[in-house]
């Protein structure tokens, strides 16, 4: 609790920072849709779904690391990662300058998403582990 009242107090701080604080995950989907990118500043985690979110919605990622032992964010070309503050000014900047960039990467993580994400390779890989076939 203390953590996020000093959080929304240096947040209201700064003019360039909205803080939301909780959202409904069923809202979530139109802030997806009004980003340019998905900033992910985590040093420790899973997977995240907020990439999904993401890609789903044809959004780039900036991640502080690469969460796929395969380096998924950098083979499938679906956004940058960074390992230190400057990196991450460079990636959001050279994003910001451009657009292009951005729509590229956004159109192929909607068609990543589309291959290994939808409800129907879903459905199917459930379907197969379900089965055994």
């Not at 609790?1 to 701080?13: H, P, Q, S």
């Not at 009004?34 to 040093?43: F, G, I, K, P």
Request: glycine content about 10%.
């Amino acid at each position: 609790e203390g953590l996020y009242e000093e959080t929304r107090a240096r947040a209201a701080e700064l003019t360039n920072v909205e803080f939301l604080g909780y959202v409904p995950f069923e809202e979530t989907g139109r802030h997806f849709a009004d980003a340019m990118v998905l900033v992910n500043t985590s040093a420790v985690e899973g997977f995240p779904n907020t990439y999904l979110q993401a890609w789903a919605a044809g959004k780039p990622v900036i991640g502080s690391f690469d969460p796929d032992p395969d380096d998924l964010i950098q083979r499938q070309r679906l956004g940058v990662y960074f390992t230190d503050v400057g990196q991450a000014v460079q990636h959001i900047s050279g994003l910001w300058q451009d657009q292009a960039r951005v729509r590229d990467i956004g159109e192929r993580a909607v068609a990543y998403m589309q291959e290994h994400h939808s409800e129907e390779v879903v459905a199917g890989q459930l379907g197969e582990l379900v089965t055994g076939l």
